[in-house]
C-alpha cells in the first residue's frame, strides 16, 4: 500500500512522452509499451518534481475538478499499479 509520505520516482528504464490528450510509456528493458490518458500523464510529470504522494495529489486537486475521496482512492490505486508494472518505484518514505 502506497503512503501519502512516500515520494517515488519513474524507474530507470522508463520513458515517457506526451502525445496530445494522451501519452506513451516505453519500458526499454522489457519492450512493453503502456498508453495513459493526459492525467495519467500529468502523474508521471508531476513525479519528475519529487514531490511526495500527498503533494501529487495535492497539485491534482488544485488541477482537477473532483471530490478528494474519489481523487485519493483513484490515484493510490493507479500509483500501485505502476509500481506494480515497473514504470515507477519507491525513493524515499
Known amino acids: 500500500m502506497i ?3 512516500v515520494i517515488l520516482k519513474r524507474c530507470a528504464d522508463t520513458r515517457y512522452r506526451n502525445i496530445g490528450d494522451e501519452g506513451v510509456v516505453v ?3 522489457v519492450g512493453e509499451v503502456l ?3 493526459e492525467i495519467g500523464i500529468r502523474v508521471l510529470e508531476l513525479l519528475e518534481a519529487a514531490v ?3 503533494g501529487l495529489l495535492d497539485a491534482l ?3 482537477y475538478d473532483i471530490d478528494r475521496v474519489t481523487l485519493e482512492r483513484d490515484v493510490l490505486a493507479y ?3 505502476l ?3 515497473g ?3 519507491q525513493v524515499a518514505a
Open 3 to 5: 503512503e501519502a509520505n
Open 27 to 29: 519500458r526499454q528493458t
Open 35 to 37: 498508453v495513459l490518458n
Open 52 to 54: 511526495s504522494v500527498s
Open 61 to 63: 486537486d488544485a488541477e
Open 79 to 81: 500509483l500501485q499499479e
Open 83 to 85: 509500481v506494480d508494472a
Open 87 to 89: 514504470v515507477i518505484e
